[in-house]
């Protein structure tokens, strides 16, 4: 074998601690090192030249890279070496940055170990084969999880760019927390009127499917062939019938959960706009009286007999775009949030002052309807916390929101006294400082930097004792409603879907993306892509563009006809195999197939875990391109 | 004589926990040396008794965490690997301490710094491994002293 | 080190949830400040410290771990614990958990 070797300084990152003139000698005691050079950085033109320049020049048959992470550049270089006319998997790296120079603080002791790293990969080359990618199809049709401004912006964009997507949503009106909202910042556009044109869009798409009170239950397959089922919740309603007139939201005589009745709309400008029964409310489902909306209905589409339905269908790609919730109060009991119908959280404000809200938007206080003489913002609730009962990251969108708040009260009664607690203002985003100072500045917010130590309800009003921080002293005062910026959490549902999804999560529950910097969209797991809160804090512009480019990066997906597969499958060796088919019972992929006394692996279906390898035997079921004997060859130069 | 750990780690989680330890700057021992897999299950216990047997002196198997395994159920029958593994390990009279099974996420750079460091120290303070090398299962003294 | 006063964000949470932080020359999360600033001298002669009554209310609600309380024994330690000069810093009409208080030894 001819073996070109190929050591990189990146600069100064890896040959400040890694002797790199060293092991570019040293590599040269192996015979069939043929050529063995050093560079500053290998990834840029001239590396690439370097390298390409040498399989030509010493017909190199191998080629091993000593430098950062394949995870970094293996396609890059493979790329080189493709162009060079060297089969790409003729080529390894050894990881002497990550995992050698820039954990390493001995000079001595990192160059030792980037050699020995070196002569593993030089040992793994010598026993490699040339590997050539095969085929997979790709299923035209996308999954949308999750129905919030993220799922339909994403939706909407597939759906424009001429592919079908499945939009499926757990609750019976896609729109999310937007819907709930009164007022965005900075433009203080309101939500719904902003929002709900896209709903009907998605409605009456004619390439979006929705499913709405649905739930995604089981993913097999992977990038490009993924098979999902779908549970459709019962509503007992029938959609094809329901016309959306509310006479049975009418008739109901039932005050279900929040305060809504057992049959239900969410709100009135739901999509779809078709009721949902509470069967744990109902008074049929729990003890088979009533009825009165089946009779209130004309067209007849109330249906008692309901049941789940579900359907099985093909996606070539999914998006996550699960959401969030606040975070529950249980833990910061000093606030008196279960103890005081005043002590109310920024959601629930928002929602007394929405107009279609369960004020009407009066801005009244919840315990006894009168208008607050001040109110008390406070900030950073769960946020920002290092502990156990918080959650360690800023919650991004509270800032905002807050400002917005303090401006909505003031516009509704000027006289209202407003003042908000922080420990930072951030507003990172276009106008935002502009907002918030003009809440400052025009509406006289008064901005206490400082943070409440506990609201006690005290005749009718909540005594706060707080400490202002600029005046160094204790502030002590009376108010009438007290409002708290719960930090937000990933949806309950995010980990149950990240799971189906094999989509790794981060330790606050987020969907991991797959390089904080450089691909913010897509998961780690080829064929999923995310966008919007279940990724972590954002506020609606973020969420938006977010959507926007994991749409973008579905269709770019969608448009191939075939993908390549990896070509680091498994192979039998017919002439060791006895057909026994422990490989096939470990395939999570259902790719390997017993066939009369011997087996064969679907190389498309093939993801290249190498578990049948193992589970075989005898030896005759191999890893291309991690095969036994490069494995084993890496260990002995590992250990020698 | 420093010792020899062997770390085999999988491409989607630990592997890349480990370059988050890197990208992190966290320092770890550099006895530490990692063989990349595609995932923890395609470490095969013939490759493990082939590092004792080399000269490895602890050798670590690291992978996703349960339920979080890019390829499904990979890490499961890992999990289950390992465990007959030590039972191996403990009849061979070898010190179940010289292997260790780790989950460690894509995320967790420190917990991989830190786990290596623990690890190292553990083998360190179990010495060079002398028991199993070559091919052979060496004879304890006493062992000897009874002529098996 | 008893804990790492670096952590500190300055939020005011630990004064905030003092109970006797109104009647203190200098609230909690300034013995945390002035430490952080090298300068824990002013902490040792302020009379806050024998104020605290170590009911831990700072150190439960501080959002980064910070231990104000134990910034506060570390304080009172390091003056030593001649009863006599103990008592003439603490105000005879304090709760009588103050002297058990002032009194305990600073622990890890």
């Known amino acids: 074998m001819r073996i070109g070797v190929f050591v990189c300084h990146c600069g100064n990152n890896i040959k400040a601690t890694v002797d790199a003139a060293y092991i570019t000698e040293r590599l040269r005691d192996d015979s069939s090192v043929v050529c063995s050079a050093e560079f500053p950085y290998l990834c840029a033109e001239g590396g690439q030249k370097l390298i390409t320049e040498a399989i030509a020049e010493h017909n190199l048959t191998g080629v091993v890279i000593c430098a950062c992470s394949p995870r970094m550049h293996e396609t890059t270089f493979r790329k080189a070496a493709a162009k060079a006319g060297l089969n790409p998997y003729r080529l390894e790296i050894a990881n002497i940055r990550e995992q050698c120079a820039w954990v390493h603080k001995n000079k001595e002791e990192a160059t030792e170990k980037a050699l020995s790293l070196a002569k593993a990969a030089i040992a793994k080359i010598k026993l490699s084969q040339p590997l050539f990618?095969?085929?997979?199809?790709?299923?035209?049709?996308?999954?949308?999880?999750?129905?919030?401004?993220?799922?339909?912006?994403?939706?909407?964009?597939?759906?424009?760019?001429?592919?079908?997507?499945?939009?499926?949503?757990?609750?019976?009106?896609?729109?999310?927390?937007?819907?709930?909202?009164?007022?965005?910042?900075?433009?203080?556009?309101?939500?719904?009127?902003?929002?709900?044109?896209?709903?009907?869009?998605?409605?009456?798409?004619?390439?979006?499917?929705?499913?709405?009170?649905?739930?995604?239950?089981?993913?097999?397959?992977?990038?490009?062939?993924?098979?999902?089922?779908?549970?459709?919740?019962?509503?007992?309603?029938?959609?094809?019938?329901?016309?959306?007139?509310?006479?049975?939201?009418?008739?109901?005589?039932?005050?279900?959960?929040?305060?809504?009745?057992?049959?239900?709309?969410?709100?009135?400008?739901?999509?779809?706009?078709?009721?949902?029964?509470?069967?744990?409310?109902?008074?049929?489902?729990?003890?088979?009286?009533?009825?009165?909306?089946?009779?209130?209905?004309?067209?007849?589409?109330?249906?008692?007999?309901?049941?789940?339905?579900?359907?099985?269908?093909?996606?070539?790609?999914?998006?996550?775009?699960?959401?969030?919730?606040?975070?529950?109060?249980?833990?910061?009991?000093?606030?008196?949030?279960?103890?005081?119908?005043?002590?109310?959280?920024?959601?629930?404000?928002?929602?007394?002052?929405?107009?279609s809200g369960p004020t009407g938007g009066k801005l009244v206080r919840p315990s006894d309807g009168s208008v607050p003489a001040r109110i008390s913002f406070i900030q950073c609730v769960g946020s920002r916390d290092a502990t156990a009962r918080g959650k360690p990251y800023c919650s991004?969108?509270?800032?905002?929101?807050?400002?917005?708040?303090?401006?909505?009260?003031?516009?509704?009664?000027?006289?209202?006294?407003?003042?908000?607690?922080?420990?930072?203002?951030?507003?990172?985003?276009?106008?935002?400082?502009?907002?918030?100072?003009?809440?400052?500045?025009?509406?006289?917010?008064?901005?206490?930097?400082?943070?409440?130590?506990?609201?006690?309800?005290e005749n009718g009003s909540l005594r706060i004792q707080a400490m202002d921080m600029l005046e160094n002293g204790r502030y002590d005062a009376v108010t009438d409603l007290v409002v708290l910026a719960a930090a937000i959490e990933p949806s309950d549902s995010a980990k149950k879907v990240a799971q189906m999804l094999s989509s790794p999560i981060d330790a606050n529950g987020f969907l991991s993306e797959a390089h904080p910097k450089l691909r913010p969209v897509e998961s780690a797991t080829a064929g999923i892509f995310l966008c919007g809160m279940c990724n972590g804090p954002k506020d609606i512009p973020e969420t938006v563009a977010q959507a926007s480019a994991a749409a973008c990066k579905v269709i770019g997906l969608l448009v191939k006809d075939q993908l390549t597969t990896n070509p680091c499958t498994a192979k039998t060796d017919e002439n060791n195999c006895s057909g026994c088919g422990l490989c096939a019972e470990v395939c999570p992929y259902g790719a390997v197939g017993v066939i009369s006394h011997s087996t064969a692996v679907n190389a498309a279906l093939c993801q290249g875990c190498g578990g049948c390898t193992v589970a075989c035997p005898s030896g005759a079921m191999n890893l291309q391109g991690f095969s036994r004997a490069q494995i084993i060859a890496e260990v002995d130069a590992l250990c020698g | 004589m420093r010792v020899n750990v062997v770390a085999f780690c999988c491409n989607w989680c630990s592997y890349a926990g480990a370059d988050l330890a890197g990208t992190s700057r966290l320092v770890y021992p550099s006895n530490v040396k990692i063989i990349r897999v595609p995932c923890s299950c395609r470490v095969d216990e013939a490759f493990i008794l082939r590092a004792f047997a080399r000269g490895a002196d602890g050798v670590i198997v690291c992978g996703c965490h349960i339920g979080d395994c890019h390829y499904a159920t990979g890490n499961y029958h890992t999990r289950q690997r390992m465990e007959s593994l030590f039972?191996?390990?403990?009849?061979?009279?070898?010190?179940?301490?010289?292997?260790?099974?780790?989950w460690i996420s894509a995320s967790e750079g420190a917990k991989f710094a830190d786990t290596m460091a623990e690890f190292t120290a553990q083998v360190e303070k179990l010495g060079k491994n002398e028991r199993y090398t070559g091919d052979c299962i060496k004879a304890t003294d006493a062992e000897a002293a009874e002529g098996i | 080190m008893m804990n790492n006063e670096n952590r500190c964000m300055l939020c005011g949470r630990c004064?905030?949830?003092?109970?006797?932080?109104?009647?203190?020359?200098?609230?909690?999360?300034?013995?945390?400040?002035?430490?952080?600033?090298?300068?824990?001298?002013?902490?040792?002669?302020?009379?806050?410290?024998?104020?605290?009554?170590?009911?831990?209310?700072?150190?439960?609600?501080?959002?980064?771990?910070?231990?104000?309380?134990?910034v506060a024994e570390e304080a009172r330690a390091g003056q030593g614990y001649i009863l006599e000069d103990v008592m003439k810093r603490v105000d005879e009409n304090m709760p009588q958990q103050l002297p058990v208080a002032a009194l305990r030894k600073a622990r890890g």
Request: proline share 5%; charged share 25%; aromatic share 8%.
């Open chain 1, 133 to 355: 990618p095969g085929e997979s199809r790709v299923t035209k049709r996308a999954l949308v999880i999750g129905g919030g401004i993220a799922g339909i912006q994403a939706a909407l964009d597939i759906a424009e760019a001429g592919f079908p997507v499945d939009l499926v949503e757990k609750s019976p009106s896609i729109g999310g927390k937007m819907a709930q909202l009164d007022k965005t910042f900075p433009t203080l556009d309101c939500s719904a009127c902003i929002l709900t044109p896209k709903m009907v869009d998605v409605a009456s798409h004619e390439k979006i499917n929705l499913h709405t009170y649905s739930e995604v239950e089981k993913v097999e397959g992977f990038v490009g062939s993924f098979t999902v089922t779908i549970r459709k919740k019962a509503r007992s309603v029938d959609m094809t019938k329901c016309t959306g007139c509310g006479d049975c939201l009418a008739a109901c005589p039932v005050k279900g959960k929040e305060n809504r009745k057992a049959i239900y709309i969410p709100y009135a400008q739901a999509v779809p706009n078709v009721p949902a029964i509470d069967r744990e409310s109902c008074l049929y489902f729990k003890n088979g009286k009533c009825k009165r909306c089946e009779k209130a209905c004309q067209p007849k589409a109330i249906d008692f007999t309901q049941e789940d339905e579900r359907i099985t269908e093909g996606y070539g790609a999914i998006i996550a775009a699960t959401g969030f919730e606040a975070i529950r109060l249980d833990a910061f009991g000093e606030y008196g949030y279960h103890a005081n119908k005043d002590v109310i959280t920024s959601l629930e404000f928002e929602r007394i002052i929405n107009a």
């Open chain 1, 396 to 457: 991004k969108v509270c800032c905002m929101y807050t400002a917005k708040h303090a401006i909505s009260a003031k516009e509704k009664h000027p006289e209202i006294d407003v003042e908000v607690f922080y420990i930072d203002v951030r507003t990172p985003g276009k106008n935002f400082e502009e907002f918030y100072r003009r809440a400052v500045e025009v509406y006289g917010v008064r901005y206490i930097k400082g943070q409440v130590g506990k609201v006690i309800g």
């Open chain 2, 87 to 102: 039972g191996l390990l403990a009849f061979m009279g070898m010190e179940r301490e010289r292997l260790r099974l780790e």
């Open chain 3, 15 to 70: 004064s905030a949830a003092c109970p006797m932080a109104a009647r203190m020359d200098l609230p909690p999360h300034m013995w945390v400040y002035r430490t952080q600033r090298g300068d824990p001298s002013s902490v040792r002669k302020a009379d806050a410290i024998w104020k605290c009554l170590s009911c831990l209310c700072c150190e439960a609600r501080c959002p980064r771990g910070v231990k104000p309380a134990h």
